[in-house]
């Protein structure tokens, strides 16, 4: 026996009677060990037709079950430099659903080798005929530099393998009729008025968009649970809603793993959160069978988004983008703050934000009828000034366009032509009321329509609101000293007109060269709310093909002219004046005006 004070070391043949707890603990860790250990692969070389096996995946709950699969034919090269397994799967729920939307990554094995992914699916097939992503392709990806060899946050777009396009269609490179099983994206939080809205767009994509609870709790936070079969969540969005797509895992090896067996949006190199799901049920169906779930705590970040699938590592969570909505009382009372986190998925964060946006709006307003929505949109990215946008929307309809305009100078700004933007940060205050508040420019007053160079003229512009009596707002401007004797064109009108004016004689301000010329252009743009009085006065000069070239000759103008050069317009210089309104406003009129020569005192 040991005795009191004995080393453990001394007593090595005692373990088992003496630390009882040292033995489990054992146990576990060895356990843990082998759960996370990679099994054999089987390479495509050896896969014969008629082979049998079986696939793992999650049917109810977070238990990993079997089904059926037998091999029926290798299609070599069905994609450049890609490889497919043909097989057909029976078992559990695939003899009334057939393939499953989140069966994506179901490993499949024969003789306890992994082959493949379960990844691929026809349409409308009679029998469950699954493709296999053979799972030499996808174990190619731990190949790929990660950690400080990458610099995620800004190469979210990224394409890496050669002939695919960073955030294009996952259907697109595909034969006709096979395409990838598409995945389950679900949604918490996320009213369905919303989801009825958006569903077409997220269709587009390759989703099915399914409500479901939030976060559950039944899943270890440590990871354990994430094996090969297991659901497996990319997060899309996290906080007060969440959003994620859910899949299965193909393959583990330690802390590194393998799932969905095609790409999820072939983003390339990310970080994006991972996250163990539990199945609630499947829902077989004529269109598509799916999976609904609920994801539980991140557990890691998908580092890779590639034809093959997508590869992930447990630990580090994958970062995601805060973002505050303020939403305004309609009555004066107290605004309420909400608090989520939007991943960086390229094309897909606009809509994100949209739906988001678009769920909380319907929980103070309504879907139709007259609305008004006062916005100011705060984007802060990595190197630079934030963008502070404010605007005023009036409709009587839908809603949605206007959360779309709202959110055009985020959705531009990622899409930028110049460089790779890391926002870091985005706020959005909204005050709802349900009243139309626009008006109309219905007539413009003036003292008289021939003025002095350096006179000031004062300008009263007659709106009629919707619903409401005639308001006048005067403007105020100053002629010009140097403005061109003889006639000259006055405009009063909304924004959008004024904007449309300027663009035409001045089309170079409108195509920026840099990623700070665009800021600027934002941050200087028309609001829906301004009323906006622009005086066009003659310059000397032309402008060809938008390059301006003042102060010709008459001799080299007429010249010009003749020649029948395209784009060819006389240069006009502006005078321009805003007035901010309560109202959203429409329309502009214009008058003819004279400027003459300055009478001396």
Partial sequence: MCRPGRSLPSCNHMKARCYPLFSALLFLTMANLLLAAAPALMPLSEIRPGMKGFGLTVWEGTKVERFDASIVSVVRNHEPGRNLILAR??????????VVAGMSGSPVYINDKVIGAVSLAWPFQKEALAGITPIEEMVAMFSLPTSKALDRGKHGN?????????????????????????????????????????QGRYEEMGFVPLQS???????DESGADVVPGSAIGVVLASGEASVSAVGTVTYRDGDRILAFGHPFL??????????????????PSLLVSFKIASCGPSVGEMVYDMPPGIYGRLGPIGGQIPFTVEIGQKNGGRSKIHNFGISRVGALSPLLFVTIVDSLVNQVGRLMGEQSFVTKLTITATGQQPLCIDNVFSTKDDHLGIILEAFNPLIQLLNNRFE??????VKLRIDVEDRQREARVESLQVEKLEFERGEEVEVAAVLKPFAGPREVVRLRFTVPNDAAIGSAQLHVSD???????????????????????????WREERRN????????????????????????????MAAIAASGLSGFKKLQSEVEVRTSTSFVIQGGEMLEIRIKERKEP
């Avoid at 906006?532 to 000069?541: E, F, I, K």
């Fill in 266 to 283: 072939n983003l390339g190199a990310s970080s994006l959160p991972l996250a163990p799901a539990v199945v609630h049920t499947v829902m």
């Fill in 495 to 521: 924004g959008a007109a004024a904007r449309n004016r300027s663009q035409q004689r001045n089309p170079a301000r409108y195509n920026p060269t840099s990623l700070e010329s665009q800021l600027t252009l």
């Fill in 213 to 219: 609870g939030g976060k559950t709790s039944t899943i």
């Fill in 529 to 556: 709310n301004e009323i906006v009085l622009q005086l066009l006065l003659p310059r000397d000069g032309v402008t060809v093909s938008g390059t301006d070239l003042p102060r010709l000759p008459g001799s080299a």
């Fill in 420 to 425: 790779r933007v890391e926002v870091s940060d």
């Fill in 158 to 198: 990224q394409p890496l393998f050669p002939g695919e396009k960073g955030g294009s269609s996952r259907t697109t490179s595909l034969p006709a009729g096979l395409a990838p099983i598409r995945t389950p994206i679900i949604f918490s939080g996320i009213s369905q008025a919303t989801l009825t809205r958006l």
């Fill in 89 to 98: 799967v029976s078992g559990g729920p695939i003899e009334k659903a057939g």
